[in-house]
């Protein structure tokens, strides 16, 4: 963009921000590797894909006891900050607020609610992991999980999501 058309959209920014049209925020974004900018999630194109289910133990911390979550990105799960279950599912009332074990990370995660957690759907417990999918993007606003810092590009740009 030459100047004068970059100073308009500093300018057109400013004002909007001034009328709280828009704020800066740190939010989970689509990212185009090919473009090597974000996209809006109107220009994302989603596909259902057949995959499968893993099931993963975690160790509820000071007890001899586990607790299963069903995902179906394990390759996460070391980024796991939380797992989440519904506070209405009877199976799980007794462990929330306490902590678990993230397994080969060997990290104290919290075990929290949200009735964002399909008690039907695998085990009833969501890992939740901050550069996860975008349905994910509820609980992580809302329950301000733990920030990371996710440097992935060549150009070593830093994109924060939650």
């Not at 301000?144 to 440097?151: G, H, P, R, W």
């Amino acid at each position: 963009m030459d100047e004068g058309l970059s100073n308009a959209v500093k300018y057109v920014f400013v004002k909007l921000y001034e009328k709280g049209l828009i704020y800066k925020g740190k939010r989970m974004i689509n990212w185009c590797p090919y473009c090597n900018t974000s996209i809006s999630d109107a220009e994302v194109e989603y596909e259902e894909e057949p995959t499968h289910l893993w099931h993963i133990r975690y160790k509820i911390t000071g007890t001899d006891k586990y607790i299963t979550v069903a995902t179906t990105r394990p390759e996460t799960m070391l980024g796991d900050t939380a797992v989440a279950v519904n506070p209405e599912d009877e199976r799980y009332t007794d462990i929330i607020g306490k902590t678990c074990i993230l397994p080969i990370m060997n990290k104290e995660i919290p075990i929290i609610a949200d009735e964002f957690v399909e008690k039907e759907f695998g085990t009833g417990c969501v890992n939740v992991t901050p550069f996860g999918t975008q349905i994910l993007k509820h609980l992580k606003l809302k329950r301000f999980v733990e920030l990371i810092t996710n440097y992935f590009n060549e150009n070593r740009r830093e994109l924060v999501v939650c």
